[in-house]
């Protein structure tokens, strides 16, 4: 099992930033996909049309996000924290992710960099 972590910048407050991750209908427009998603903690999640799913753990407005996103019910819990920090120009994302399995850490890793980082930052630039 390895972890994940990477930082990345969004040019829009943090705020904007959270309700983009928070709020399914602006999930739809940045994943450009089918999502099941709401704002409480202990609910259910689907994103990609059920290609990454998971329950949402804590939510701090503007500042913090956290899940366990499913990868079999073997593994070990994949914690997934989300963290805005407010910078110059816009917010500081820190995406960290525990316990992917080694098969799937390659694959993986890359898709969360280009469609789920990339497609937040897409959302933001255009």
């Known amino acids: 099992m390895k972890d994940f972590k990477k ?9 904007e930033v959270y309700l983009a991750l928070t709020k399914e209908t602006s ?4 994943t ?10 202990e609910t259910e ?8 799913t998971g329950k ?3 939510f701090v407005y503007g500042k913090q996000i ?16 989300i963290k805005l920090h407010e910078d110059k120009k816009g917010t500081s994302l ?7 399995p080694d098969e799937d850490y390659k694959d993986f890793t890359d ?3 280009e469609y789920f980082l990339g497609g937040l930052v897409d959302f933001f630039d255009e």
Not at 7 to 15: L, M, Q, R
Not at 94 to 100: A, D, G, L, P, S
């Open 94 to 100: 820190e995406f960290k992710q525990t316990n992917i």
């Open 56 to 58: 949402n753990i804590e």
């Open 7 to 15: 930082y990345t910048y969004i040019p829009a407050p943090p705020e």
């Open 111 to 113: 898709g969360i960099q």
């Open 32 to 41: 450009g996909a089918e999502v099941e998603f709401e704002e409480l903690p």
């Open 27 to 30: 999930i739809k427009l940045w």
């Open 66 to 81: 956290v899940q366990q996103w499913y990868f079999g019910e073997e593994n070990e819990p994949s914690i997934v924290t």
């Open 45 to 52: 999640f689907s994103y990609w049309d059920g290609d990454i």
